[in-house]
């Protein structure tokens, strides 16, 4: 069956890094566009970021661009999210998701548990 597990969560202070990863598992990894969502204490479900199959596009929200990069290793069926200049207001649940179709990088199929990331001195 379809597993994405999360990791790399944690706390950081604000202008700190995190490398988040996401290990997929069921199937053809390298077959799927895939993205990053975020869900923030009582606040609804944020699409952060997105990639193509072959990794040959990325796409940002706002407010995480120029300080987020998402990328995969299609080998190692591994999706990324690299964090830096972290904000407080980037603390949420990060979760995994795989996309169900690239004209639509926000709608999913599968997501995993999430890790949870916050930023605070």
């Known amino acids: 069956q379809v597993q994405l597990v999360e990791s790399g969560g944690g706390l950081a202070r604000p202008g700190g890094s995190l490398r988040l990863s996401c290990a997929a598992s069921?199937?053809?990894?390298?077959?799927?566009?895939m993205s990053w969502a975020r869900q923030a204490p009582g606040k609804g479900l944020e699409w952060v970021s997105g990639?193509?199959?072959?990794?040959?596009?990325?796409y940002y929200a706002d407010s995480v661009k120029g300080r987020f990069t998402i990328s995969r290793d299609n080998a190692k069926n591994t999706l990324y999210l690299q964090m830096n200049s972290l904000k407080p207001e980037d603390t949420a649940l990060y979760i995994c998701?795989?996309?169900?179709?690239?004209?639509?990088?926000?709608?999913?199929?599968?997501w995993g548990q999430g890790t949870q990331v916050t930023v605070s001195s």
């Open positions: 990639i193509y199959s072959d990794g040959s596009d990325t």
């Open positions: 069921g199937f053809t990894f390298s077959s799927y566009a």
């Open positions: 998701a795989r996309v169900v179709d690239t004209r639509s990088l926000d709608e999913y199929d599968y």
